[in-house]
Structure formats: C-alpha cells, structure tokens
C-alpha cells in the first residue's frame, strides 16, 4: 500500500483505474501486460458470442421453426440465425452510442447499470419466489418482469416530485434518489405483488394439482417450453 501510494493520481478516471493500475503494479517487459490484457479481452468477447448465439438459436429454432416456418430446413434456419445475430449487433451498438459516450467522465460501469436496472428488479422477483416458494404463481413472474420497468420509471418520478413533502425521506435518500435504492425498492414491490397474486389465485394445493393435471398434456409442455425460451431470451439480453 505505501509502495504505491505516492504514485497514486486523484485524476485517475474511475473507468481507467483498472489500466492505471497494471501499469504501476505490473512489471513491463514481460510480456505480462498482453497476456492480462488478452485475457481480459477474451473474457468480454466470449461473453458476448454466447449471448448471441443463444439469442440466434432461440429465434431460429424456437420462434421461426415453431411459428413461422415449421418446414424450413438448415440453410434457411442459419440464415435466419445470422440475420438475427446482425439485428442484434446493431442494436447493441445504437444502444451503446446513446447510452455512453466516450468523452464523457462518469463511469462506464455505473451507467450500464444504470441503464439496465429498470428491468431487473421484476427478473430477480420472479427467480427469487420461483426459487424459494413453490406456491408462487407462474402469472404473478410475468406480472412484475413486464411491470418492473414501469414500477422504476414510475418510483423515479414519483421521488422527485413529491420527495420534499416528506423531509424524512429526503433526509434518508438525499435530493435524488439513487439508482440502487430504487432497484431494492422495487425489488420489495414486485416481490409484494408476486405474492399478492399467488394468494388471490389460489393456493398451492389447487395450483399444484392444476398444473400436474396440465402438464400430462404435450400442449402444456410445448407451452412451458416456449415460456422458458422467452425467458432464456430476454434475460441474456438484459
């Protein structure tokens, strides 16, 4: 810690920290800095291949074989799967290009986050209940994954213009209300609506019986199989 301290820089840019830091801490002329750095690269773009292709297969098998084109053999499905893997990639990029710019002195990380938190808080609603209570309602998960993002824009809003009403909350959350407090916020929201909607559909004895009952039905298992390929689909997205 104090070997380093004097060489340390208040201007450091917080998204460059990481590469201000192997170049004070990691010997060069070793070739360690370019086997770091091609790691690290390699890490980023394995990431993002697998979630393209998982998004690829997911619209060429699941929703144009099953729903558009039943009959389509592989060089049409690849076709289709390269199509949507560009359709893809050029989204990411406009999203990046509005989301961040390069000039700009906030921190990558944070604004990423920032950006995909409106969403999040309903996806881990559903996993958590899913996860740990079985009565939870398989509707109740739809629910709050499509409502999340209305319930954080809608709570954003809300704070900034009613906050000074209440001067307890602005002294707890401060004038803005920071993006990681909404999240848990909402988070507790879509976890009370999940259960509110379990309880009033029904217990887990009827639920239960009624999904054994459906699920002896080859329709019900193409149904969850198609749920799930959503599912698998908007969450590697976000």
């Not at 019900?220 to 969450?235: F, G, K, W």
């Amino acid at each position: 810690h104090t070997r380093y301290a004097s060489d340390w820089s208040s201007d450091v840019c917080s998204s460059d920290l990481f590469l201000y830091l192997m170049g004070r801490v990691v010997p060069s002329g070793y070739g360690l800095l370019g086997l770091i750095l091609a790691g690290l690269t390699a890490a980023v773009f394995s990431s993002i291949y697998s979630m393209l292709n998982s998004a690829s297969t997911i619209v060429s098998m699941d929703i144009y074989r099953r729903h558009i084109n039943p009959c389509a053999d592989d060089r049409q499905l690849v076709r289709i799967g390269k199509s949507s893997v560009l359709v893809f990639g050029i989204l990411a990029v406009l999203l990046a290009v509005l989301s961040f710019s390069p000039t700009s002195s906030g921190n990558f990380f944070l604004t990423l986050s920032l950006h995909t938190s409106y969403p999040k808080p309903g996806i881990v609603s559903a996993f958590f209940l899913g996860v740990f209570w079985q009565k939870a309602h398989p509707r109740s998960a739809v629910a709050v994954i499509l409502a999340a993002p209305l319930l954080s824009f809608g709570l954003e809003w809300g704070y900034a213009e009613f906050h000074d009403s209440w001067p307890w909350l602005q002294a707890t959350f401060g004038e803005r209300l920071n993006f990681m407090h909404r999240v848990f916020i909402v988070f507790l929201m879509c976890l009370a609506v999940q259960v509110i909607m379990t309880l009033f559909r029904g217990g887990s004895k009827e639920l239960n019986k009624a999904a054994r009952q459906v699920s002896a039905s080859p329709r019900s298992e193409e149904h969850t199989s198609e749920l799930q390929s959503l599912a698998y689909l908007v969450c590697r997205l976000l």
